[in-house]
C-alpha cells in the first residue's frame, strides 16, 4: 500500500514542472554519490558500488534537488594546530533537500 502511493506521487511528479530539478550531488572526496529516489535519499560508495546510507526512507517527502555543505565553520582568526585541522576537515558531510 504504502510503495502504491508512493509510485502513484512519483508518476504525478514526472508530469510536472518540477521533475526537471532533480539531480546528484557528489561529495568532496568524489568518493560518494547522493541521489533522491522513491524511497529517500541514498548516498552510494563509487569505489565498492555499494549504498553506504539510505536516507529518509520513512518520511513522507520526496526529496527533490539535494546539495551538500562540505565546508568549514568559521573560526577565530588564532593560529590552527594541525590536530585541529584535520578534524575541521574529518567532520561528517551533512546533506539537504528541497521537497515537493
Do not use: W
Request: hydrophobic share 35%; with cysteine.
Amino acid at each position: 500500500m504504502e510503495f502504491g502511493r508512493r509510485m502513484a506521487n512519483e508518476l504525478d511528479l514526472e508530469k510536472s514542472e518540477s521533475f526537471a530539478l532533480i539531480n546528484i550531488a557528489f561529495d568532496y572526496s568524489g568518493h560518494f554519490i547522493l541521489y533522491p529516489t522513491i524511497l529517500g535519499k541514498k548516498m552510494v560508495n563509487i569505489e565498492t558500488n555499494m549504498c553506504a546510507k539510505n536516507i529518509g526512507k520513512n518520511d513522507n517527502l520526496r526529496p527533490i534537488h539535494l546539495t551538500l555543505f562540505q565546508g568549514r565553520v568559521k573560526n577565530s582568526k588564532t593560529a590552527l594546530t594541525l590536530e585541529h585541522e584535520g578534524r575541521a576537515v574529518s567532520r561528517e558531510t551533512r546533506p539537504c533537500c528541497r521537497s515537493i
